[in-house]
């Protein structure tokens, strides 16, 4: 995936100088693109003054009239949302979200969408997107500057795409992420061979599982190394006396 | 580690907005100490209207004239460095910082330092610092603002340190992150296990050492959890044929 490739689609923001900041955001972390739909001012001093130098992103920023317009052409849409909501509807958190776009191929187009300052998106708005993204935070606390939730979602982007690259240049190619499925068979291939090969006391499990369940969920195994693992696994299980 | 033993050290701000949004970002994210050492403007509105409801931490802030003085009481200090200094002093990325200040105790005090707008931490300043961290960011444009260096660093300690209260909510508990020197011995053992069992045809590596490694040191192994993997490697050589 290309991080100029990801856009970042700010619908009605009030406040210029958060345009500003949020094309701050984007360029320091190499997110390039920027629709606006229905700004309440635009172009404005407030935010090429808080670009603070990365008013080209301003320059080249789309200003659309619906949100439909500012989303076309992309295959993944995520809505940044401040509240657990109650719309049932796929959520990630941010790293679940960049992990995501960093299995996407070099053509790929995806949108990360902010809403109003005080209002966020709508649940119409919000029914238009693939995933809600939700910025873990404080309860008591919970909404995010705009231009700090566009920070924190880039950066993820960045680490994992960047990250990507690295590990591209070292010749080792990414796979997409392990499904919940295929995560549940993992585990359940896990306990069965360390039981074979006498490590787990099923009659004494003490917390191995737990443990274990946390460090891989850690990980976000890609569906290659998923089956890495279970190749060893079975040749573990295939080598007892 | 107790997010709110996170103090925010703030150096020579010029800009009291940048200041309140600072607070903003550090009360999303659970942080609650702030201390600034010479800021050029303090108490201002600027500073108030930027906090947007968190100016309960601009109230409680600790204004000081030396950074000796802001780092009083700190066992862990890391320093945000936007450049690759040319001093050589311990560098670790965000996630790094994080994980490490996630291994505390519930007393541990941590500081996190940040510079000028336009020139950082000086020398002197970094020295002062057990750690420098620093963001990855676009090396064409790689200078953060102030406060969105503080969010995206106190962003990661919350996931770092609330991801550690929810699993010793289920009983788990945490143990220091493993170091370079056990993670060399962890990877020998795994290489060597997966050559026992039959996996690894050392005559036809292909790329299976380098995917392991990968997604091991993107887990962050703690000490525990490498000895838990290495005995369940222990477990599959004792059982070869």
Request: net charge negative; proline share 4%.
């Amino acid at each position: 995936m290309k991080l100029s490739n990801i856009r970042v689609v700010l619908v009605q923001t009030t406040h210029p100088g958060n345009i500003g900041a949020a094309v701050r955001a984007m360029k320091n972390m190499g997110l390039e693109k920027l629709y606006l739909v229905e700004p309440k001012h635009f172009p404005h001093a407030d935010a090429t003054a808080r670009a603070s130098g990365a008013d080209d992103l301003l320059a080249t920023a789309v200003v659309c009239e619906t949100l439909e317009g500012a989303l076309a052409g992309c295959g993944l849409v995520f809505g940044a949302s401040a509240r657990l909501r109650t719309i049932a509807w796929p959520q990630v958190n941010p790293r679940q979200c960049a992990s995501v776009i960093s299995t996407l191929d070099d053509t790929a187009e995806v949108a990360l969408v902010f809403g109003r300052e005080h209002a966020g998106l709508t649940n119409e708005e919000l029914e238009q997107c693939h995933y809600l993204v939700h910025i873990p935070a404080n309860p008591e606390f919970s909404s995010l500057n705009l231009a700090a939730a566009v920070q924190v979602l880039a950066y993820e982007a960045r680490v994992a795409c960047v990250d990507e690259v690295a590990s591209q240049e070292t010749g080792v190619t990414s796979s997409p992420m392990a499904t919940a499925d295929e995560m549940a068979g993992f585990y359940r291939h896990l306990e069965q061979t360390i039981i074979d090969i006498g490590f787990l006391d099923p009659a004494n499990p003490r917390q191995l599982m737990r443990r274990l369940r946390r460090l891989f969920n850690r990980a976000h195994l890609d569906k290659m190394e998923l089956n890495i693992l279970r190749g060893i696994f079975a040749a573990a299980q295939k080598n007892i006396n």
